[in-house]
């Protein structure tokens, strides 16, 4: 089972307290201690593992390392080790303590203050944001010292690190998204167009997780089944209808054994307006599927009310050369698409 919407609590390290220190060789005089080592930073780490929240789930609180405290003769305690936390490509990343987001990290900014906008999304493989920094190593009484005061007998202590609630929502990044009631046959598509191995039977809600296969480079994604009231929060409700939303093109799939395949499509629609509209505006594909089971004159009538819809339907079954290798036609022609 894929998880897909966790929250964590991040606590990134604390910095280590300065000394008070002398020096201890013969002759020598005046303070010598050192300053703590900074505390650990959080990052989030994109990885394209679907199921990187899942290790995730059994722990509450991700704590970076401390830093340690100074020591005797200038010697600055260690920083703490940064913690690094890897997530789905696709993830977005939520600060419920603050409202704000993490910072996106840059080479040679590793302490860089927090940004204050709209929540961040990790969009690549290897893309790194600073989620809470360490605190401040405290300074020695070395750094105390001055013409008034050559033995300060004053350190500082080391500054807490930032803790966060966040909530890491993944709204999966694919080229296609393959969408329609339950039982239209998207996962059997999906099985045979790449070496997916989704779960196929003939009953409702046979996917209850995404499942996504790649075809010479294209990410398809099967949704599971979206009902009436999906957007409302019936069924398996919004969960999946956010998924939709990082797809580039929707592949909709209405059955020919429905009684009402209008209905069906314009339900489906009408799920994806009401949850939100820049989804009606994403370049669609109608697929009359199933056909296959039933008389070649019916399935061309409800072919036939489908254009008027949409005029990219056409007919499809698995069991059909020519419907897949129009499918695969029409795929290529995206392939070409995103290259450009």
């Given at each position: 089972?894929?998880?897909?919407?966790?929250?964590?609590?991040?606590?990134?390290?604390?910095?280590?307290?300065?000394?008070?220190?002398?020096?201890?060789?013969?002759?020598?005089?005046?303070?010598?201690?050192?300053?703590?080592?900074?505390?650990?930073?959080?990052?989030?780490?994109?990885?394209?593992?679907?199921?990187?929240?899942?290790?995730?789930?059994?722990t509450?609180?991700?704590?970076?390392?401390?830093?340690?405290?100074?020591?005797?003769?200038?010697?600055?305690?260690?920083?703490?080790?940064?913690?690094?936390?890897?997530?789905?490509?696709?993830?977005?990343?939520?600060?419920?303590?603050?409202?704000?987001?993490?910072?996106?990290?840059?080479e040679?900014?590793?302490?860089?203050?927090?940004?204050?906008?709209?929540?961040?999304?990790?969009?690549?493989?290897?893309?790194?944001i600073?989620?809470?920094?360490?605190?401040?190593?405290?300074?020695?009484?070395?750094?105390?010292?001055?013409?008034?005061?050559?033995?300060?007998?004053?350190?500082?202590?080391?500054?807490?690190?930032?803790?966060?609630?966040?909530?890491?929502?993944?709204?999966?990044?694919?080229?296609?998204?393959?969408?329609?009631?339950?039982?239209?046959?998207k996962?059997?598509?999906?099985?045979?167009l790449?070496?997916?191995?989704?779960?196929?039977?003939?009953?409702?809600?046979?996917?209850?997780?995404?499942?996504?296969?790649?075809?010479?480079?294209?990410?398809?994604?099967?949704?599971?089944?979206?009902?009436?009231?999906?957007?409302?929060?019936?069924?398996?409700?919004?969960?999946f209808?956010?998924h939709?939303?990082?797809?580039?093109?929707?592949?909709?799939l209405?059955?020919?054994?429905?009684?009402?395949?209008?209905?069906?499509?314009?339900?489906?629609?009408n799920?994806?307006?009401?949850?939100?509209?820049?989804?009606?505006?994403?370049?669609?594909?109608?697929?009359?599927?199933?056909?296959?089971?039933?008389?070649?004159?019916?399935?061309?009538?409800?072919?036939?009310k489908?254009?008027?819809?949409?005029?990219?339907?056409?007919?499809?079954?698995?069991?059909d050369?020519?419907?897949?290798?129009?499918?695969?036609?029409?795929?290529?022609?995206?392939?070409?698409?995103?290259?450009?």
């Amino acid at each position: 089972m894929i998880i897909d919407d966790l929250t964590i609590r991040i606590k990134a390290g604390k910095g280590g307290n300065g000394i008070i220190a002398f020096n201890k060789n013969k002759g020598a005089l005046g303070p010598t201690g050192g300053r703590g080592g900074n505390g650990g930073d959080i990052y989030f780490i994109g990885v394209s593992d679907l199921g990187a929240l899942n290790a995730l789930r059994n722990t509450k609180v991700f704590h970076a390392e401390d830093g340690k405290n100074g020591r005797h003769q200038l010697n600055d305690g260690t920083a703490g080790e940064d913690m690094i936390i890897q997530i789905p490509v696709g993830t977005v990343i939520h600060n419920l303590t603050t409202g704000t987001s993490p910072e996106r990290s840059r080479e040679g900014t590793q302490r860089a203050s927090a940004s204050y906008g709209t929540s961040q999304e990790i969009v690549r493989v290897g893309e790194q944001i600073l989620a809470a920094k360490g605190g401040h190593g405290g300074k020695g009484n070395f750094l105390f010292r001055g013409p008034h005061s050559t033995s300060p007998m004053r350190f500082q202590e080391g500054l807490p690190g930032e803790q966060f609630n966040i909530r890491l929502e993944l709204k999966m990044i694919a080229d296609v998204g393959l969408i329609g009631l339950p039982n239209v046959g998207k996962s059997s598509l999906l099985n045979e167009l790449t070496k997916a191995k989704s779960k196929v039977a003939n009953y409702h809600f046979t996917t209850l997780e995404p499942h996504l296969g790649s075809y010479y480079g294209l990410i398809l994604a099967d949704i599971p089944g979206l009902i009436e009231g999906a957007s409302e929060g019936k069924g398996l409700g919004v969960k999946f209808l956010r998924h939709i939303e990082r797809t580039r093109v929707l592949f909709h799939l209405v059955s020919a054994e429905s009684e009402d395949p209008v209905k069906d499509y314009k339900s489906i629609r009408n799920e994806l307006g009401a949850y939100n509209k820049a989804l009606l505006e994403k370049d669609e594909y109608l697929f009359l599927s199933k056909t296959d089971l039933l008389d070649a004159k019916i399935i061309k009538g409800k072919l036939a009310k489908l254009k008027k819809l949409n005029k990219k339907a056409v007919v499809l079954s698995i069991h059909d050369v020519n419907a897949i290798d129009l499918v695969q036609k029409i795929l290529n022609k995206i392939a070409q698409e995103k290259e450009i």
